[in-house]
């Protein structure tokens, strides 16, 4: 099974900007893998899915200038940079009390308001791989597991 750089290329763009979930693009592969009989395709939807997160990262990698995994990045190394989030010494004075501005200075952090996230939540956590362990946004999960602890 193999999907070009252009399928997954396409997948994440059509994911992104027109909401296309993997289901319905893997559907549409299948039409035009063969359009008179796409129930004999072979069904690749959890490769698709798998190969999907991995170029994901990849391209991520990329972006970010690491180039193989000899050159490892560190903790978060992938996470953009916010102008607009509070940093001191680079966009705040680190010369201000904080304390007296921390409504102006806090961050905040929101979870889905409309509580649609459950189907985020992995049926076997046991099998889920840690493609971006601690970084991008997120602490790498050995370190917050021993912060649960």
Same mark, same amino acid.
């Given at each position: ?15 992104? #900007? +027109? ?6 693009? =893997?559907? $549409? ?8 009989? !796409? ?7 959890? #490769?698709?899915? %798998?190969?999907? %997160? ?7 990698? $990329? ?18 940079? +916010?102008?607009? +989030?509070?940093? !001191?010494?680079?966009?705040?004075? !680190? ?8 409504? $102006? =200075? ?15 939540? #992995? ?11 601690? %970084? ?7 370190? =917050?597991?021993? =912060?649960?602890?």
């Amino acid at each position: 099974t193999a999907f070009t750089f252009a399928v997954l290329d396409d997948f994440l763009r059509e994911n992104l #900007e +027109c909401r296309t979930s993997g289901m319905n693009y =893997y559907s $549409k592969l299948r039409r035009v893998t063969s359009n008179v009989f !796409p129930h004999l395709v072979p069904n690749r939807y959890r #490769e698709l899915l %798998r190969l999907a %997160r991995q170029w994901r990262v990849l391209k991520l990698l $990329k972006w970010n200038g690491f180039q193989d995994e000899t050159e490892r990045s560190s903790p978060g190394d992938l996470a953009l940079f +916010c102008a607009a +989030c509070p940093q !001191p010494s680079i966009n705040v004075d !680190p010369d201000v009390d904080l304390d007296e501005l921390v409504w $102006k =200075y806090t961050r905040t952090v929101v979870m889905d308001g409309n509580f649609k996230a459950e189907h985020m939540h #992995e049926k076997r956590p046991d099998d889920q791989v840690w493609l971006m362990d601690g %970084r991008g946004f997120m602490v790498a999960h050995p370190p =917050y597991q021993e =912060y649960l602890q």
